[in-house]
């Protein structure tokens, strides 16, 4: 690969199975459950098909009142779906939905899997730490083994050495302290000033020695509200459009991406579909193509020949 291999439409030959999953209960903020109606109409599937990607929009999970069920019914989705050699896109629905989609990428890969968790905020309180006790700041912990209370729902664990989290500003003490326990890699907005990409790029490659597949987890407040405004907890000082476009694809050109959540986005803050166009964009350079204004611009030239 030369540098020019990053421009590259490169798309995944595999069908990329969209999972829509309407699921608000971790969260304060409701309406993240409208995040897959808003992006399936604001032409998610037409869109990553134009980029060369093969999309199968799967039925949506339905949110049973038991939410033990509806995590084990997302697993089984994403677990037999990457079974059947498909890739898989979740959008949430706020974080929780974590606890279903990368338990059961773990299950189907038997735990090889290894997570980039793209997020300002660890999620890795615990029933113990956490003094919101919303659920979606435990799904690390949880899928870490680290929640006791969850334990059940999550059957093979990631391994704290397969995580590796990129963005991270906000974090409570307890975090701090678990992910210093644990020795979790972790690379903050600061480390990104200090260090600029290399710091990314090697600790990806890192990640890369120890697992063979890929599953990213993308919070959309990691990224600067002045490129996503769409989000429940949108602040300043978070990734820019620079960096989070051109790190999801990195990982998309060099790494075996089995899957990726979407989640936290609240589609009625999305300032002209601002929000909605970028995760377009991060979608389809997760899965090794390419699809922004530009090539929009240049089918569209096309057309009008
Ligand atoms: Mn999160």
Known sequence: MDNLSFLENKPSYKTISVLPIPLSIGSDDHDTANAPKYLLNLGLKEALESSGLKISVLPEVSISKEVSKTF???????????????????????????LGTIAGAAEAMTGDLGVIWIDAHGDVNTHETSTSLNLHGMVGAALLGLDKTLADLVKVKIKPENILYIGLKDLDQAEIDLIRDHKISVITTLDILENGFSFITKSIELL??????????????????????????????????????????????TSEVIGMDLVEVTPEKDVENKTGKLCLEL??????????WYTEYMSNHKKSE
């Open 208 to 253: 890369k020695q120890k697992t063979n597949h890929i599953w990213i987890s993308l919070d959309i407040d990691a990224i600067d509200k002045e490129a996503a405004p769409a989000s429940a907890m949108a602040t300043s000082g978070g990734l820019t459009y620079r960096e989070i476009t051109n790190l999801i694809n990195y990982i998309g050109k």
């Open 72 to 98: 084990s019914d997302i697993n089984k989705v994403v677990k037999g779906e990457i079974l059947k050699n498909n890739k898989v896109l979740a959008i949430g629905g706020d974080h929780a939905i974590s």
């Open 283 to 292: 979608i389809s350079l997760a899965f090794g193509s390419k699809y922004n």
